[in-house]
Nanobody
Framework: QVQLVESGGGLVQPGGSLRLSCAASGSISSISLMGWYRQAPGKQREFVAHIHSDTTVYADAVKGRFTISRDNTKNTVYLQMNSLKPEDTAVYYC???????WGQGTQVTISS
């Protein structure tokens, strides 16, 4: 089982940026499928982005604004979020698809 710990959330104004990190306790394969999801209050958890080897996929709502990346030497996956909007407010979760492990989540709030 892989333990995942997210960090980097916070409160930012619309148009701002944040970078989320997901640190894995165990070694993650350089080709393993890792992803980010989010859950807003009163809504279902939704897909944000995933990365498999160097291939990335994004939800339409974040395409062009968010970038997922990984550093296998640090067992860490990142989510760079730019041009943030109030509708991006949610708890963001990291997921390891191979073991179906989830992190505890990090709160992102976009508000002026």
């Amino acid at each position: 089982q892989v333990q995942l710990v997210e960090s980097g959330g916070g409160l930012v104004q619309p148009g701002g940026s944040l970078r989320l990190s997901c640190a894995a306790s165990g070694s993650i394969s350089s080709i393993s499928l890792m992803g980010w999801y989010r859950q807003a209050p009163g809504k279902q958890r939704e897909f944000v982005a995933h990365i498999h080897s160097d291939t990335t996929v994004y939800a339409d709502a974040v395409k062009g604004r968010f970038t997922i990346s990984r550093d296998n030497t640090k067992n860490t996956v990142y989510l760079q979020m730019n041009s943030l909007k109030p509708e991006d407010t949610a708890v963001y979760y990291c997921r390891d698809f191979v073991t179906n492990s989830w992190g505890q989540g990090t709160q992102v709030t976009i508000s002026s």
